[in-house]
């Protein structure tokens, strides 16, 4: 894609480290993390571990200080937002009030911008509910012998389940509840595609605004990988090892890594043309620069495959993430000598973290690199949105934040252990699939 001129006015993120972006990269700088026991999660699903030992199973990075009653308004939405809506709700109204918009809210036909001019395109994901949801139902499907007979789910699910309960689950509600709360008419639409949900998203919004069917764009993405029910489906993925502390179980790129901790997160842009923020009198963050996809099959798709296995790749392409990462310097116009910083997708994942090294290596070698799932947890859909506000938040304050590590001496990337200064004007953010998809995104200083 060729250079852009949209532009970054506002930004929020919820996560474990801060609500909010000062709060959060403050939390990066303080070298922070969000690991911890899953007992310890404040949002009703807390789960004690099963002995007196932590396992994989067992830790997370939950956000154990999000009350959504601060943020979802009205109140009565509630009832219809399970978690990841609610905390994508937040980080997006986190973003409109930095950007000013909230000024204009709700939008009308006589004001700076109409309805028609806001639209919402989020990264999102398969929302699981609480197993407490279903409880009802599936006591009610027992026979009289104690065995439950699928047959008789569906007409005790019919009594049993709440009707509100598919509108608090489906993918395309945080884009919808957004919209609706400012009355946003124009392009509305929801990406599901994994890790680079969000940075599609951006990718979106920016065709949106190029194209002159949007003025300004909430781009957002939520996801969690700690959900009760969500966490038996956890099999794609290796599992982290408890690290002595647990707060530090999370290790991207650290060679002795044996899986990824999960973790929930939430953040959202709004973007705007350049013309249109400075019309409006906008500070602007960042614009983006560049951005690049790039899809060559992974071992396991070519094997028709999903496995936690430790074979070299099997997941993961280093071949989509060098090529993501070359196109998107090329368009922006600049050498690996004028990156700042790289925001790595490492999660842990020996095998998926292998081939993004290899390709940073060939690349942007000796850049300083960050990788913000060693705070947070893996967030599924949300981790790419979070990295791109990591990037511009880097921009903002000229500062490489360090990387939470085990071993400081262990990382074979450009790993920070304290806070620097970043002259440079280019950050390069990373953002990947276990499937071979990979999207590189550069941002630059205003």
């Known amino acids: 894609m060729p250079r852009s001129n949209v532009v970054i006015t506002g930004l929020g993120v919820v996560s474990s480290i801060g609500i909010g972006g000062e709060a959060f990269f403050d939390g990066l700088l303080q070298k922070r993390s969000g690991i911890t026991s899953l007992a310890n999660r404040t949002d009703g699903c807390a789960v004690p571990s099963p002995s007196d030992s932590l396992t994989g199973h067992w830790i997370g990075g939950p956000v154990v200080d999000f009350e959504p009653k601060q943020y979802v308004r009205p109140r009565k939405s509630l009832k219809v937002m399970c978690r990841e809506i609610q905390t994508a709700f937040a980080a997006s109204h986190l973003a409109i009030e930095q950007s000013g918009l909230n000024v204009l809210l709700p939008l009308s036909d006589t004001g700076m911008l109409k309805p028609a001019d806001v639209g919402t395109v989020f990264g999102s ?139 929930e997160a939430a953040a959202a842009l709004v973007l705007e043309n350049r013309e249109d923020a400075e019309k409006r009198e906008a500070i602007v963050l960042a614009r983006i620069a560049s951005y690049a996809s790039c899809f060559i099959a992974s071992g396991g798709m070519h094997q028709g495959q999903r496995s936690s296995a430790a074979e070299p790749q099997l997941r993961g392409s280093a071949q989509a993430i060098e090529r993501s990462m070359v196109t998107a310097l090329t368009d922006a116009g600049i050498d690996a000598s004028q990156v700042g910083l790289v925001v790595s997708h490492g999660m842990g994942d020996p095998v998926i973290d292998l081939a993004e090294r290899t390709a940073i290596a060939e690349v942007v070698p000796n850049v300083p690199v960050v990788a913000t799932i060693a705070s947070l947890g893996h967030s599924g859909a949300a981790s790419g949105m979070v990295d791109i506000a990591t990037g511009v938040l880097a921009l903002v304050r000229s500062q490489v934040p360090p990387t939470v590590q085990l071993d400081e001496t262990s990382a074979e990337v450009g790993f920070r252990d304290a806070p620097e200064a970043m002259s440079l004007k280019h950050v390069l953010c990373l953002s990947h699939t276990s499937e071979g998809n990979a999207m590189a995104m550069v941002l630059e200083a205003p």
Not at 143 to 165: H, I, N, R, S, Y
Not at 213 to 235: C, F, L, Q, S, W
């Open 125 to 263: 994901e398969m929302f699981y509910g609480s197993p407490v949801d279903m409880e009802d139902a599936i006591k009610a499907s027992v026979t009289e012998d104690g065995e439950f007979e699928p047959a008789m789910f569906g007409g005790a699910a019919m009594k049993k389940v709440t009707p509100l309960w598919m509108l608090k689950h489906l993918p395309n509600m945080p884009a919808c509840h957004v919209g609706i709360s400012i009355n946003a008419q124009g392009p509305n639409n929801t990406l599901v595609l994994g890790d680079v949900s969000g940075m599609a998203a951006v990718v979106e919004s920016i065709s949106c605004l190029e194209r002159g069917t949007a003025k300004a764009m909430i781009a957002g993405a939520t996801g969690t990988r700690i959900n009760t029910t969500r966490m038996n489906y956890r099999a794609d993925l290796p599992l982290a090892a408890v690290a002595d502390p647990v707060e530090l179980s999370s290790r991207p790129h650290d060679p002795e890594s044996q899986g990824v901790v999960g973790g």
